[in-house]
């Protein structure tokens, strides 16, 4: 079956930086388009950055300049770099692959990015 797994979360200050992972198996990744989204509690979810499969990229307006999404496909896995982070970056972060080809949706578990003041 095709698993997403997310990694690299964790508590910062303002103004450090971070870089999630999201390791995809059971599925072609090369074809796959990849999406990172967060969920502040209480809020909805919303899309900060995605990138298809043949790697062009778009971001939410509050993390250009700051944030960069990459994949390796040789290694099956899209990075989130997100750098200067700011208290309202403050969220659990979810990966997210379609393959649109089959109209399949994939979700990792989620990681917990905090940036205290």
């Known amino acids: 079956q095709v698993q997403v797994v997310e990694s690299g979360g964790g508590l910062v200050q303002a103004g450090g930086s971070l870089r999630l992972s999201c390791a995809a198996s059971?599925?072609?990744?090369?074809?796959?388009?990849m999406g990172w989204y967060r969920q502040a509690p209480g809020k909805q979810r919303e899309l900060v950055a995605r990138i298809g499969n043949s790697g062009g990229t778009n971001y939410v307006d509050s993390v250009k300049g700051r944030f960069t999404i990459s994949r390796d496909n040789a290694k099956n896995t899209v990075y989130l770099q997100m750098n200067n982070l700011k208290p309202e970056d403050t969220a659990v972060y979810y990966c997210?692959?379609?393959?649109?080809?089959?109209?399949?949706?994939?979700w990792g578990q989620g990681t917990q990015v905090t940036v205290s003041s």
């Open positions: 997210n692959a379609v393959a649109v080809s089959i109209g399949a949706q994939y």
């Open positions: 059971g599925i072609i990744f090369s074809i796959v388009n």
